[in-house]
C-alpha cells in the first residue's frame, strides 16, 4: 500500500498543491503551526527558565562551580589551609574564595532607643572574606545597588544583604525581622556570641539568592580577630572552575585527596536543595500539560484544514479515483501536505527560538522576585517536540483525507452525497 | 471486447426505489467506436459508468476483454481503470493545480513510468493534439475548448483499450466541439482506438459506427452508420 510508487505520485501531488496554493491560506497554517510550536518549547521552557535562573544564580553568586563546606557536626573545615592550597594547586581551578561564617544578630536603633524601646534587630549571617578572592568568584561586587563592596583595607565596615533593610523588605513577620532606616553610612552593631562590635554599613547588595541576600560580608581578617578564629579554618569554600571544566571531576578529585573526611564536597548540582529539584520537575511536567493543550489544538486546526480541503476538493479526488490513481496516494499526499506545514512552522519556530528568544532572553532575562527567567530549550527536547508535533500533524491529516477519499468514486465525481 | 448481460441499476433513496438501467445487453467489439443517445434520464450516463467501472450495477454481468467485473476487487478495478481506460468528461475533469503537462503525465507515472520517459510521453502526445505552446498552462489558463482537448490527450496517452467519453461536447461552442470530434475520428481512425460516447448532438453521433438509443433505462434501437 505504501509502495514507492504511491509515496512518489503522492509527493508529486502534494507538491503541486502546496506550491499553487493561496499564499494567504499556506501563511495563516504555517502561522499556526510556528504558534503551536512555540507553545511547545517556550511556554515549558519559560516556566523551567523561572528555575533555572534561581539556580544558575545560586551558582554563580553562591556555591560558583564547586563547594567545600563543613560538615554537619562542624563549625569549621578542619586544616583549611592545606585544603585551599590543595585547590589552588590544580589546573582545572580558576578562582577560589575561602568564607568565615557564623550566626549573629545586627542591631540598628541602639542609640537613639529609649530603655522600654524595643531593640531594632535582625538575624543573619556574619560572613568574612577576601573581598577581592571573593569578586573574582562571584562578581559580588556588580550586585551592589547603594553605596561600594569592601576592599581588602576596609576596617569595621559591612556590606548588607537587602533583606536585612526594612526599606527593601517592607513584609515585617515575628519569624522574619529587618533593620529600619539603616542606610550607607549607618553605624549598626553586630553580636557574635558573647562579641560586639559596632561598624560601619559601606554597602547594601542585592541578590536574588537568598543565602546571599541575608548575609552581612566583612573582610576576612577582621571577622576573623572578632570572633576568635585564630587557626584559619573557614566555613566554606567557593571554587571557580575554568570554563568548559566538569564540576564533578573536581569534586572527585578531591574526595580522592581526603578532602571530603573533614568537609563536605559538592558541585553546584549537589548543593541544591531537593525542592528546587523538585519544582523544575513539576515545572516541566506543568509545561507539558500546557504544551500538549497546545498540539491538541493544531491536530484540530490541522484536521479542519485538510478536511475542508478534501471537501471542496471531493470532485477531483473522485477524478483522481477514476483514472485510476490509487486511494493511498492521495491519502499519502495529504499527510505530505500536512508534514509540510508542520516542518516549516517547526523550521521558522526552530530559527525564532535559537536565533532570537533564548539569546534575547539570555541577555534580557524575565526579572522574577527569586530569580533571573531565561528560557530553556535543550535540542534534544526541542527536536522531540519537533517530531511529536511533525507525528499529531500527520496523524490529523490523515484521518479527514481517509474519511473523504473512501466515499464512493461516482458520488465524489458527480457530487453526490 | 466489452459485454454486458441484463445490466440492471436501480437508485434507493429511503425506501423509494428508482430503477435506472433495466437490463441491457450489450456489445462492442475492438476498435469500434460506439455513439450512445437519448434523453435526459434515459440512463445512457448511468450506462457508461457501469461500464468503465465507475460505478457497480445492481445485477448482471459486465465482461472486459473475458474478465468478469463482478469479481474484481475495487483495486483490481481501479488497475483496469488506469491500464485499459481512458476517460473523457463533459466538464474536462483536469486537476486545476496541475499544468496541462501534469494533468496529462500524472496516469503515466501512475503505472510506473519514470517522471522522464513519463513527461516525454505526455509533450509528444499534447503537441500532437496541437497544445504543445500549452503544456506549462494550468487549466485555469485554457479556454474550454484546450482543456477538454488535454483531458482527451490525457485519456488516450496510455494507449488505453477502451475510450469512455461522457457528453465531451456538451460545455464548448461549435467550433471547439467540432475539433473535438475531429481529434475523436483520427484517433478512431489512425489507431483503432474503441470509443464510447454518450452524446446528445446527433451531428457528432453520426460520426460513430454504431448508435444506440436510450429511453426509460433500456436501449430501444441500434443504428449503424
Same mark, same amino acid.
Given at each position: 500500500?505504501?509502495?514507492?510508487?504511491?509515496?512518489?505520485?503522492?509527493?508529486?501531488?502534494?507538491?503541486?498543491?502546496?506550491?499553487?496554493?493561496?499564499?494567504?491560506?499556506?501563511?495563516?497554517?504555517?502561522?499556526?503551526?510556528?504558534?503551536?510550536?512555540?507553545?511547545?518549547?517556550?511556554?515549558?521552557? @519559560?516556566?523551567?527558565?523561572?528555575?533555572?535562573?534561581?539556580?544558575?544564580?545560586?551558582?554563580?553568586?553562591?556555591?560558583?562551580?564547586? @563547594?567545600?563546606?563543613?560538615?554537619?557536626?562542624?563549625? %569549621?573545615?578542619?586544616?583549611? /589551609?592545606?585544603?585551599?592550597?590543595?585547590?589552588?594547586?590544580?589546573?582545572?581551578?580558576?578562582?577560589?574564595?575561602?568564607? %568565615?561564617?557564623?550566626?549573629?544578630?545586627?542591631?540598628?536603633? %541602639?542609640?537613639?532607643?529609649?530603655?522600654?524601646?524595643?531593640?531594632?534587630?535582625?538575624?543573619?549571617?556574619?560572613?568574612?572574606? =577576601?573581598?577581592?578572592?571573593?569578586?573574582?568568584?562571584?562578581?559580588?561586587? /556588580?550586585?551592589?545597588?547603594?553605596?561600594?563592596?569592601?576592599?581588602?583595607? !576596609?576596617?569595621?565596615?559591612?556590606?548588607?544583604?537587602?533583606?536585612?533593610?526594612?526599606?527593601?523588605?517592607?513584609?515585617?513577620?515575628?519569624?522574619?525581622?529587618?533593620?529600619?532606616?539603616?542606610? @550607607?553610612?549607618?553605624?549598626?552593631?553586630?553580636?557574635?556570641?558573647?562579641?560586639?562590635?559596632?561598624?560601619?554599613?559601606?554597602?547594601?547588595?542585592?541578590?536574588?539568592?537568598?543565602?546571599?541576600?541575608?548575609?552581612?560580608?566583612?573582610? =576576612?581578617?577582621?571577622?576573623?580577630?572578632?570572633?576568635?578564629?585564630?587557626?584559619?579554618?573557614? &566555613?566554606?569554600? /567557593?571554587?571557580?572552575?575554568?570554563?568548559?571544566?566538569?564540576?564533578?571531576?573536581?569534586?572527585?578529585?578531591?574526595?580522592?585527596?581526603?578532602? !571530603?573526611?573533614?568537609?563536605?564536597?559538592?558541585?553546584?548540582? =549537589?548543593?541544591?536543595?531537593?525542592?528546587?529539584?523538585?519544582?523544575?520537575?513539576?515545572?516541566?511536567?506543568?509545561?507539558?500539560?500546557? &504544551? &500538549?493543550?497546545?498540539?491538541?489544538?493544531?491536530?484540530?486546526?490541522?484536521?479542519?484544514?485538510?478536511?475542508?480541503?478534501?471537501?471542496?476538493?471531493?470532485?477531483?479526488?473522485?477524478?483522481?479515483?477514476?483514472?485510476?490513481?490509487?486511494?493511498?496516494?492521495?491519502?499519502?499526499?495529504?499527510?505530505?501536505?500536512?508534514?509540510? %506545514?508542520?516542518?516549516?512552522?517547526?523550521?521558522?519556530?526552530?530559527?525564532?527560538?535559537?536565533?532570537?528568544?533564548?539569546?534575547?532572553?539570555?541577555?534580557?532575562?524575565?526579572?522574577?522576585?527569586?530569580? =533571573?527567567?531565561?528560557?530553556?530549550?535543550?535540542?534534544?527536547?526541542?527536536?522531540?517536540?519537533?517530531?511529536?508535533?511533525?507525528?499529531?500533524?500527520?496523524?490529523?491529516?490523515?484521518?479527514?483525507?481517509?474519511?473523504?477519499?473512501?466515499?464512493?468514486?461516482?458520488?465524489?465525481?458527480?457530487?453526490?452525497? | 471486447?466489452?459485454?454486458?448481460?441484463?445490466?440492471?441499476?436501480?437508485?434507493?433513496?429511503?425506501?423509494?426505489?428508482?430503477?435506472?438501467?433495466?437490463?441491457?445487453?450489450?456489445?462492442?467489439?475492438?476498435?469500434?467506436?460506439?455513439?450512445?443517445?437519448?434523453?435526459?434520464?434515459?440512463?445512457?450516463?448511468?450506462?457508461?459508468?457501469?461500464?468503465?467501472?465507475?460505478?457497480?450495477?445492481?445485477?448482471?454481468?459486465?465482461?472486459?476483454?473475458?474478465?468478469?467485473?463482478?469479481?474484481?476487487?475495487?483495486?483490481?478495478?481501479?488497475?483496469?481503470?488506469?491500464?485499459? #481506460?481512458?476517460?473523457? #468528461?463533459?466538464?474536462?475533469?483536469?486537476?486545476?493545480?496541475?499544468?496541462?503537462?501534469?494533468?496529462?503525465?500524472?496516469?503515466?507515472?501512475?503505472?510506473?513510468?519514470?517522471?522522464?520517459?513519463?513527461?516525454?510521453?505526455?509533450?509528444?502526445?499534447?503537441?500532437?493534439?496541437?497544445?504543445?505552446?500549452?503544456?506549462?498552462?494550468?487549466?485555469?489558463?485554457?479556454?474550454?475548448?484546450?482543456?477538454?482537448?488535454?483531458?482527451?490527450?490525457?485519456?488516450?496517452?496510455?494507449?488505453?483499450?477502451?475510450?469512455?467519453?461522457?457528453?465531451?461536447?456538451? $460545455?464548448?461552442?461549435?467550433?471547439?466541439?467540432?475539433?473535438?470530434?475531429?481529434? #475523436?475520428?483520427?484517433?478512431?481512425?489512425?489507431?483503432?482506438?474503441?470509443?464510447?460516447?454518450?452524446?446528445?448532438?446527433?451531428?457528432?453521433?453520426?460520426?460513430?459506427?454504431?448508435?444506440?438509443?436510450?429511453?426509460?433505462?433500456?436501449?430501444?434501437?441500434?443504428?449503424? $452508420?
Amino acid at each position: 500500500m505504501f509502495s514507492a510508487l504511491n509515496i512518489r505520485i503522492g509527493f508529486f501531488l502534494a507538491l503541486r498543491a502546496l506550491r499553487r496554493a493561496s499564499l494567504w491560506t499556506t501563511s495563516l497554517i504555517v502561522f499556526v503551526m510556528i504558534l503551536t510550536f512555540l507553545n511547545l518549547v517556550v511556554v515549558s521552557g @519559560i516556566l523551567v527558565g523561572l528555575i533555572q535562573g534561581s539556580i544558575d544564580q545560586v551558582r554563580t553568586k553562591y556555591t560558583s562551580d564547586v @563547594i567545600v563546606s563543613t560538615l554537619n557536626d562542624k563549625k %569549621y573545615i578542619e586544616n583549611s /589551609a592545606g585544603i585551599i592550597e590543595l585547590i589552588e594547586t590544580m589546573p582545572e581551578v580558576e578562582s577560589v574564595t575561602p568564607r %568565615y561564617r557564623e550566626g549573629g544578630t545586627l542591631e540598628a536603633n %541602639y542609640k537613639t532607643r529609649k530603655d522600654t524601646d524595643k531593640p531594632n534587630t535582625a538575624p543573619g549571617q556574619l560572613v568574612g572574606v =577576601d573581598p577581592l578572592a571573593e569578586n573574582a568568584v562571584t562578581g559580588i561586587a /556588580a550586585d551592589i545597588i547603594e553605596g561600594s563592596f569592601l576592599s581588602t583595607g !576596609d576596617y569595621d565596615k559591612v556590606v548588607l544583604g537587602h533583606y536585612l533593610l526594612k526599606q527593601y523588605v517592607p513584609i515585617e513577620t515575628p519569624a522574619f525581622s529587618t533593620l529600619d532606616h539603616v542606610g @550607607i553610612g549607618t553605624k549598626i552593631r553586630l553580636h557574635v556570641g558573647d562579641v560586639t562590635r559596632e561598624v560601619t554599613v559601606k554597602g547594601i547588595l542585592k541578590s536574588k539568592v537568598d543565602e546571599i541576600a541575608l548575609r552581612t560580608f566583612m573582610v =576576612d581578617t577582621q571577622f576573623r580577630s572578632m570572633i576568635g578564629r585564630t587557626d584559619g579554618n573557614v &566555613s566554606e569554600i /567557593a571554587i571557580k572552575l575554568k570554563s568548559g571544566t566538569d564540576p564533578a571531576a573536581v569534586r572527585d578529585a578531591l574526595k580522592r585527596s581526603g578532602v !571530603d573526611k573533614v568537609a563536605k564536597v559538592q558541585t553546584f548540582e =549537589d548543593a541544591q536543595p531537593k525542592f528546587l529539584q523538585d519544582i523544575v520537575a513539576t515545572f516541566n511536567m506543568l509545561g507539558n500539560v500546557f &504544551s &500538549s493543550l497546545g498540539l491538541i489544538v493544531a491536530s484540530i486546526t490541522i484536521f479542519i484544514v485538510i478536511f475542508i480541503n478534501a471537501i471542496t476538493r471531493r470532485k477531483y479526488i473522485g477524478i483522481l479515483k477514476g483514472i485510476g490513481i490509487h486511494g493511498r496516494v492521495i491519502e499519502i499526499s495529504y499527510v505530505f501536505q500536512s508534514i509540510f %506545514y508542520a516542518l516549516i512552522g517547526s523550521v521558522v519556530g526552530l530559527a525564532l527560538v535559537y536565533g532570537f528568544l533564548v539569546p534575547f532572553f539570555a541577555a534580557h532575562p524575565i526579572d522574577f522576585p527569586f530569580s =533571573d527567567g531565561i528560557l530553556v530549550a535543550p535540542p534534544d527536547q526541542t527536536f522531540f517536540r519537533v517530531g511529536l508535533l511533525v507525528f499529531a500533524t500527520l496523524i490529523a491529516g490523515y484521518i479527514p483525507a481517509w474519511m473523504i477519499i473512501r466515499k464512493n468514486t461516482l458520488d465524489s465525481i458527480l457530487g453526490r452525497n | 471486447m466489452i459485454q454486458t448481460k441484463q445490466l440492471v441499476k436501480t437508485f434507493k433513496s429511503g425506501e423509494v426505489l428508482t430503477p435506472v438501467l433495466k437490463g441491457i445487453d450489450f456489445r462492442a467489439s475492438a476498435g469500434e467506436w460506439v455513439a450512445i443517445m437519448g434523453r435526459s434520464g434515459a440512463g445512457k450516463s448511468t450506462f457508461l459508468y457501469q461500464m468503465s467501472l465507475l460505478d457497480d450495477p445492481t445485477s448482471g454481468e459486465i465482461t472486459i476483454d473475458g474478465h468478469n467485473t463482478r469479481t474484481m476487487s475495487a483495486k483490481e478495478k481501479m488497475l483496469f481503470r488506469l491500464s485499459k #481506460f481512458g476517460f473523457v #468528461f463533459q466538464d474536462y475533469a483536469l486537476l486545476p493545480e496541475l499544468t496541462a503537462l501534469e494533468n496529462v503525465a500524472l496516469p503515466l507515472l501512475m503505472q510506473g513510468l519514470p517522471k522522464g520517459e513519463a513527461y516525454t510521453k505526455a509533450i509528444a502526445a499534447l503537441e500532437r493534439a496541437g497544445l504543445g505552446h500549452r503544456i506549462s498552462n494550468l487549466p485555469s489558463q485554457l479556454s474550454g475548448g484546450e482543456q477538454q482537448r488535454v483531458s482527451i490527450v490525457r485519456a488516450v496517452a496510455h494507449n488505453p483499450r477502451i475510450l469512455f467519453a461522457d457528453e465531451p461536447t456538451a $460545455n464548448l461552442d461549435n467550433e471547439s466541439s467540432k475539433r473535438i470530434m475531429e481529434i #475523436f475520428s483520427e484517433l478512431h481512425k489512425k489507431t483503432g482506438q474503441t470509443i464510447i460516447m454518450v452524446t446528445h448532438e446527433e451531428q457528432y453521433a453520426k460520426l460513430a459506427e454504431r448508435i444506440i438509443h436510450f429511453d426509460d433505462g433500456k436501449i430501444v434501437s441500434e443504428q449503424k $452508420n
